[in-house]
């Protein structure tokens, strides 16, 4: 490495660039982002009344219109938004969920790092995402009436309502206390306010926050968020089979789908700590919120939707689109891995039989108020040289599996809303990673975007 020293004012420029300190990069800053403090929680609130409620049949876009229709728009706006956050059931379920998220957090595993962060900081985790991912599973199963009978294995359902109202509360508030803690009482030195102060619980105030040694963003975006979505599936195909008395193929293998693409995912937990959902997201309402109440409520409503209008798909119907997902899955990991592999092996790899092309990119960090220039690779071969992230389209595919799993002919657009959402969230991410990356390499990544044209469909864009 090459040290250099750096004036405080070098030093400050850098610190605030690498933290964000460009507010409008995150998707819905700017202008955007105090409707959206007040659109999201609210929508999350009628996404989990128009799926689970009774009085929404069926329910689709036209069942909820139906309902609003017959009551009036004064009950339906109170039927859809006050359902009470304080329903002991919801508090106890996710009291305990995040217990034993933190017993299996803990379990000795190898540690691995995460990127330098501008002012110095490794981050530091323990990987044991899959064995995370293996006891949870066992854990809730079994103690379900799939085995011990302590509760209904359609619990997520059953609760799913109060359970959104929960955590919306939850979420808020706990946003607010990492503001408050991010300016006064930071974990480490990648923290900052913008000056605004609906700004900062927007995006955040702190890069990697701890309580009580916990890692806030790898707790919640991960053993959280992810668990509840994988288990989500599972559990709301248990509900509609008790409730219908037969399996609903369509639905099933959305779940068996999304389950195998997680597992995936705990798989890759270390490469998803490197991403820039970690490495230049802070934990604000963007992030945290969006991990503790978004993910819960728009990733399993293709599910969800499911669970009292059965899809009707055929088991050869089903198991076409699960088979095109499950490609997405499978190609999707292959792409992870193949980066995260080259780059262990510090290029020392063949990728495709063949020697790798690369651009070896160099960059500066913050090591105790001097400048540092590193380097990192950036692979141009396999998978990485057909698009710079090509990655996204395997993804969207199996997004978009999970959706028509739901069969829209029969449920209507609103299972869609996931897959969609992705897509504008996917392009919007890479786009913003383009950005970070220009900052960061230079010339040396107008060099790669030289050698790898496209951005995430070859031939189009």
């Keep these: 490495k090459v040290v250099f020293q750096c004036s405080q004012r070098e030093v400050a420029a850098m610190v605030a660039e ?11 800053s700017g202008f955007l982002f105090v409707p959206l403090l007040v659109l999201c929680p609210a929508i999350c609130q009628l996404l989990a009344f128009i799926t689970t409620d009774d009085r929404v ?10 309902f609003c229709s017959k009551a009036g728009a004064a009950e339906c706006a109170t039927a859809a938004m006050t359902r009470s956050p304080l329903d002991s059931r919801a508090w106890i379920f996710l009291a305990l969920f995040c217990l034993l998220a ?12 995460g990127p330098v962060t501008a002012t110095g900081h490794v981050p530091r985790y323990l990987d044991n995402g899959v064995l995370h991912c293996v006891l949870f599973s066992l854990v809730f199963g079994g103690l379900s009436d799939l085995g011990l009978g302590l509760y209904d294995f359609g619990i997520i359902y059953d609760i799913f309502g109060p359970l959104i109202s929960a955590l919306n509360v939850f979420g808020l508030v706990f946003c607010l206390f990492l503001y408050v803690k991010g300016l006064n009482f930071p974990s480490t030195k990648d923290c900052g306010s913008s000056g605004s102060f609906m700004l900062d619980y927007y995006w955040g105030t702190e890069l990697y926050p701890k309580i009580l040694g916990i890692d806030v963003k790898r707790f919640v975006n991960c053993r959280f968020s992810m668990t509840f979505w994988m288990l989500a599936g599972l559990s709301f195909t248990y509900k509609s089979y008790t409730m219908h008395g037969a399996l609903d193929y369509g639905l099933l293998l959305s779940a068996v789908s999304q389950y195998l693409y997680l597992v995936k995912f705990f798989a890759w937990e270390i490469g998803y700590m490197r991403s820039i959902d970690i490495i230049v997201d802070r934990a604000g309402f963007y992030e945290t919120w969006g991990c503790l109440v978004w993910v819960p409520a728009m990733y399993t409503l293709h599910t969800r939707a499911c669970v009292r209008s059965p899809t009707g798909l055929s088991p050869q119907a089903a198991g076409t689109i699960f088979v095109l997902g499950m490609a997405g899955v499978l190609l999707n990991f292959w792409a992870d891995k193949q980066r995260e592999w080259f780059r262990e092996a510090d290029g020392k790899i063949k990728i495709w039989g063949k020697a790798p092309r690369f651009v070896q990119a160099t960059y500066s960090i913050l090591d105790g108020g001097k400048r540092v220039e590193k380097k990192s690779l950036l692979l141009a071969s396999g998978f990485w040289g057909v698009a710079r992230h090509f990655h996204y389209f395997f993804e969207l595919t199996a997004a978009w599996s ?4 739901a069969n829209p002919f029969v449920n209507g ?12 969230l996917l392009f919007d991410r890479a786009k913003r990673d383009e950005g970070k990356c220009l900052k960061k390499y230079g010339k040396d990544y107008e060099k790669y975007a030289e050698m790898v044209k496209y951005l995430i469909i070859p031939g189009v864009y």
């Design 18 to 28: 690498d933290a964000g300190a460009n507010w409008s990069s995150g998707m819905g």
């Design 57 to 66: 049949t069926p329910p689709t876009l036209t069942g909820f219109w139906e």
């Design 102 to 113: 933190r017993v299996l957090d803990v379990l000795p595993a190898t540690e691995k790092c």
């Design 413 to 424: 657009l609103l299972p869609l809303s996931y897959a969609i959402f992705l897509t504008i």
């Design 402 to 405: 999970w959706c028509l799993l």
